[in-house]
């Protein structure tokens, strides 16, 4: 069985990010015209603040030039977050969600926008906005029901403290 670069360096560098206390979410090396690139992205259910992308990025570059897993050519490293509007694909991005807007495809081809109030093993309870007035409903979907699901970015959405201050006002 042939394993590709970016399985090789998930293995090698995985075990570096997780003792940062962070998870590995992806790695890709990709050309840019005569420069190659390693994309490393990482996340917590806290996040990752400035300070802790700089020290995994740190700790990769020092593991990637001791054992020279990028080979002899140069290369640029690059140690980020997922973006704002990220596709979740694992039971923890699902977790880290939560309170959140998300427009999922589902596996009969209809799509949904809802926010998600909770997650667990089997699903999701979520919480569809009214149209037009209407009050907002509450809906279970099972992991399988989706096909695939992507955070949106919500503008003008309150936090939880300014609706509870308007609640008692």
Do not use: C, W
Request: net charge negative; aromatic share 4%; no cysteine.
């Amino acid at each position: 069985m042939s394993t590709t670069q970016s399985e090789r360096l998930r293995e090698l560098l995985e075990p570096l990010v997780t003792s940062q206390g962070l998870d590995l979410e992806e790695i890709a090396v990709d050309s840019v015209g005569r420069k190659r690139v390693l994309r490393v992205v990482v996340d917590s259910d806290t996040g990752a603040d400035l300070d802790a992308i700089a020290d995994v990025s740190r700790a990769l570059s020092a593991k990637l030039d001791e054992t020279n897993a990028m080979g002899d050519d140069a290369y640029d490293l690059e140690v980020g977050t997922p973006g704002a509007e990220r596709l979740l694909t694992e039971y923890r991005h699902y977790v880290r969600a939560t309170d959140r807007l998300v427009k999922f495809q589902l596996a009969e081809g209809d799509e949904l926008v809802a926010r998600i109030l909770k997650a667990d093993e089997d699903g999701l309870d979520v919480e569809v906005p009214g149209v037009k007035g209407r009050k907002a409903t509450a809906r279970r979907l099972g992991f399988p029901e989706i096909a695939k699901a992507r955070v949106q970015v919500e503008f003008n959405r309150k936090d939880k403290k300014d609706m509870k201050e308007e609640e008692e006002a």
